[in-house]
């Protein structure tokens, strides 16, 4: 009897061998794609991820970039604008001494007009009106009838006037100026009632 208990534990024995085996092949069958799948899928993951984080700091770094662009753009207006004040200021302060040159030169005497310390002096002058020609000063041109345009013209008295229309020059009294459409100092003017 030992025999066939022996007989029968060997094939007992062979049998769990052979089902543990063929468990153990199903189930490597079963978890080796599964495996390879999650290898796959997790490195398909921090792919995604690492995407992700590219293209926000891609955003990021293009956002600084514009913002870098915007602030230089407005540093360099700022600084155009403060040079243009400054010229301004300048030229302002410049124009009473042309006002002055001018009417130096419309009330010298004739006898002395040709003299050569007076042609420097009306070379000086000139000089001065080149400058402010280069720094784009132009003359705000003002005739007798000409329509009054506050924007360009400021009024010092309202006259009777004959051969003139109402509401329009007499005449200049002061040269006024601009740079492009800017005034910087407007025309004085008489206006015709």
């Known amino acids: 009897m030992m025999t066939e208990t022996t007989a029968q534990d060997q094939t007992t024995t062979t049998d769990a061998t052979t089902t543990n085996a063929a468990e ?3 189930e490597a069958e079963a978890t080796t794609p599964a495996a390879e799948a999650d290898p796959i899928a997790a490195l398909q993951k921090a792919l ?7 293209d926000e700091y891609l955003d990021g770094w293009q956002r600084a970039r514009a913002e870098f662009a915007n602030y230089k753009k407005r540093q360099e207006q700022q600084n155009a604008d403060l040079r243009a004040f400054a010229t301004l200021d300048l030229i302002r302060k410049l124009l009473p001494i042309q006002d002055d040159f001018e009417r ?3 009330t ?5 007009a040709h003299m050569t ?3 420097g002096v009306m070379l000086i ?7 402010l020609e280069s720094e784009g000063v132009k003359e705000i041109e003002v005739h007798r009838n000409d329509p009054f345009d506050p924007a360009l013209h ?4 309202h006259d009777e006037a004959e051969g003139v229309e109402s509401g329009h020059v007499i005449e200049e009294l002061q040269k006024g100026y601009k740079i492009g459409d800017r005034v910087i100092r407007p025309t004085l003017v008489r206006v015709a009632k």
Do not use: C, D, F
């Open 48 to 54: 995604q991820e690492a995407k992700a984080k590219a």
């Open 104 to 106: 130096a030169a419309k």
């Open 154 to 157: 400021e009024a010092i008295s």
């Open 24 to 26: 153990g092949v199903a």
């Open 125 to 131: 002058q000139r000089k001065l009106k080149l400058i």
């Open 108 to 112: 010298l005497p004739e006898g002395i």
């Open 117 to 119: 310390w007076i042609e």
